[in-house]
């Protein structure tokens, strides 16, 4: 981060950092609540895909976070928008847990003749039988966009292994590339510093993955923090090639942080 730039913004990731199977991290509400009556202002990106906006605003609301849904970026919503732009009126398949179909509203749905295989988020619908279709489909050169290439996500009793950790057999099974939108491409988190109306380099991104969340964020220009909470593993941060510009235990110590950051003109 360069000493001249000032924060003028918070994109928070959800799971892991303020929420764990929507249950409130401890201090993450009056943390959130505190930094927004300093005037900062924010917007909140995630890969969930089993939730629409709508539902994952109400999500929070009801974990103790006053959040409106237009300040929440779905991968899904990402996707909506590029396969419209992409492949207008395009037949769509979405192989997805969860139903957010109100988020791709503008996309024609169809898992019969798909002219497009959207991948969103794993679950118990990536059968062996679904994802061999995919690979076949993309044989006979129907393009795949995959909502992100996250790998993981954390729950109360584990982590559970996500899309990421199908895509790239996919790809040599299809022998085809598959376009990715959500984190940790640069298009998501350009989009969260256009709502927020400002440079991504005013922009300081907390997440609890260090790859997806926090090192892109940087690659992008934003300051990037890394909690120690979610799926955080001490291991990857010790093996990792590149570093966070900060590492803090919860986001209930990011207040202490900006104010820190603020005192040094940053």
Known sequence: MSGDTRIGGVLYDIDGVLVTSWRELE???DAVRRIRET??????????????CDEIAERLR???F???ADEIVTAARLTGEYVGRRYPDARVWVLNHGDIRPDLADLTLDDEHPDVVVIGGAGAE?????????????????????????????TDDGLRIDSGAY??????????????????????????ADLMGLDPAEVLMIGDDLH???LAAQRVGMTGVLVRTGKFRSAVLAGAASA???????????????????????
């Open 126 to 154: 990536f059968t062996h039988r679904a994802l061999s279709r995919v690979a076949e489909l993309m044989l006979d050169g129907v393009p795949v966009v995959a909502m992100h290439s996250g790998l993981t996500w954390a």
């Open 66 to 68: 006053d959040v409106d």
């Open 39 to 52: 005037g900062l202002r924010r917007a909140f990106l995630t890969n969930t895909t089993s939730r629409t």
């Open 212 to 214: 997806s969340d926090v």
């Open 27 to 29: 201090g993450a509400a």
């Open 244 to 266: 966070p510009d900060h590492v803090i235990d919860s986001v209930a110590d990011l207040p202490a942080l900006l104010k820190g950051l603020r005192n040094n003109g940053k």
């Open 167 to 192: 895509l790239p057999g996919l790809a040599a099974a299809g022998n085809a590339e598959i376009t990715v939108i959500g984190k940790p491409e640069a298009a998501g988190f350009r989009t969260c």
């Open 62 to 64: 009801g974990a103790g």
